[in-house]
């Protein structure tokens, strides 16, 4: 039997330390230094897997969304089975075609400001489809396509005004946020373009935002679609395609306590569900753009204890990742799980987890409740496999962590951790 278990992380016993897999998390550490990302391969292909099992019953493709986790060998896991991408930049595209140049054909290439530059690449790539974000980028992209003579497949990227409850610097559904085209306006863009021979009406795409946890605003954006799409039918503007977009979420808390809380299983059948629903009687193409859901749980960030330090009233432990490693704790105040890789017996105390960067929002945990915790122990930010690494940087002149992607029982080193000569390199003085 499949276990959908929501983390590859887990202690074999209380005593020992925390594994991904049948890797220890502290051999990996010891042997490829920290911080460390450590991402589950097979996890990883089991949620890509999911989802092409959930939508099974329709022609589809499952186009990950690069910006979660850009690594070259996890894009080139997902490619060998069958994923497309979804990029937001040339340089996305670039990773792509380094990893899996097979996958050109089922790239869509999603943004608010592509360049020029950025598209000519994309044209000359041959990808599946531009997801087009307003009227100026349809123009500029015909104007593209004229030049390179190649046709240009589009989507509109159509804002459907649809509210879903998440961080509000992750939600982009409503009229209020920058993306997207006003669903009201689509159809007459649509009759425009029909008349330039360089431009290829392919379907219609929607993102209503990130880390969104229930199904219905997906149903309710895709309810929106479709009557665009049938609409269009009726004036003669067939479109095959509707991309669904990404943003399915996750539980960042612990589920340990609620075993009866839904799987990741569970998870996308009910949004499957909801999306089929909306999408009854249209016989085309659904294309879907998930990323977080794929790669977040599948990733823990490996850290090491450098000090505990009692200041007044708090604990503070110190940890040798920081912010700029992984920043979605002082970006959107989200909650990561802190596991000690092992954990030492006594009463849980209460910490604060930061990092060394010199910024007041450079940490992982406020007030959160531990176990024990000395210098040189090490420990997990779990659910760090998304939007982690992709969205480090060198602030504070810190090299970025290396990554290690354990497969079955074998684990390897996908990125080196950076050196001062990588960070030196582009600087001029
Ligand atoms: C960020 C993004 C995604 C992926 O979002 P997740 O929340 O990671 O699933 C998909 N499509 C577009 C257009 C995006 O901007």
Known sequence: MTSFSSRPFHHPQPDSALCCGKTSLEALAHRYGTPLYVYSADQIIERLQLFQQSFKSRDHLICYAVKANSALAILKLLAYRGAGFDIVSGGELQRVQTAASEAMGHVVFSGVGKTSAEIDLALTAGILQFNVESVAELELLAVRAKKLKRKARFALRVNPDVFAETHPYISTGLREHKFGIDIR?????????????????????????????????????????????????RDGIALRVIDAGGGLGIDYHSDAAKTSAPGPDEKVQEYAAAIEQALRGFEGRLLLEPGRFIVAQAGALVARVLQVKRNGKKTFVITDAAMNDLIRPALYQAHHEIVPVRPRAGRMQTFDVVGPVC??????????????????????????GAYGMAQSSNYNTRMRPAEVLVEGSRARLIRRRETMADLLAPELF
């Open 359 to 384: 910024e007041t929002g450079d940490f992982f945990a406020r007030d959160r409740k531990l176990k024990p915790l000395e210098p040189g122990d090490l420990v997990a930010l779990l659910d760090a």
């Open 185 to 233: 306006l689509a159809a007459a863009i649509y009759r425009s373009a029909a008349n330039n021979r360089w431009l290829v009406a392919n379907g219609v795409s929607v993102h209503i935002g990130s880390q969104i946890r229930a199904a219905a605003p997906f149903g309710a954006a895709i309810v929106r679609v479709k009557k665009l799409v049938e609409d269009l039918g």
